[in-house]
């Protein structure tokens, strides 16, 4: 079996556990790697923050209790969230950074925002 770089395809000669022919190669395979990282994590978090500011302005207004539709027509995105957790059989809460979240079986949300340290 040839073995051949991972960035370029070029030959590899030396060490069997060898997968880059040079320190170039190495380096751009890796930025490259880093880049596509970053650039998912940004999408992530530009989608919380979002999320974030949707939860808070709600909050603002007094409006803790609110149907899932209305939450869906500020384009609040229900599918990312920083954490979770299932509290009783069927019932999940959901955190956005500081502000949690439960979706009720028939369609209520209910919002809170956790303790600010002080």
Not at 27 to 38: G, I, V
Not at 70 to 96: D, H, I, K, M
């Amino acid at each position: 079996m040839k073995r051949t770089c991972l960035r370029c395809g070029a030959p590899l000669q030396g060490r069997i556990d060898k997968k880059f022919c040079s320190d170039d190669c190495r380096t751009d395979y890796h930025n490259e790697q880093r880049r596509k990282w970053e650039r998912e994590l940004r999408t992530v978090n530009r989608i919380l923050a979002a999320n974030w500011k949707i939860l808070t302005r709600n909050l603002r207004l007094g409006r803790n209790v609110l149907p899932v539709e209305e939450l869906a027509a500020q384009q609040f995105n229900f599918t990312v969230y920083t954490a979770s957790r299932r509290r009783f059989p069927g019932r999940r809460t959901y955190w956005c950074y500081n502000c949690t979240y439960q979706v009720s079986r028939s369609g209520i949300v209910r919002i809170r925002r956790q303790n600010q340290p002080e």
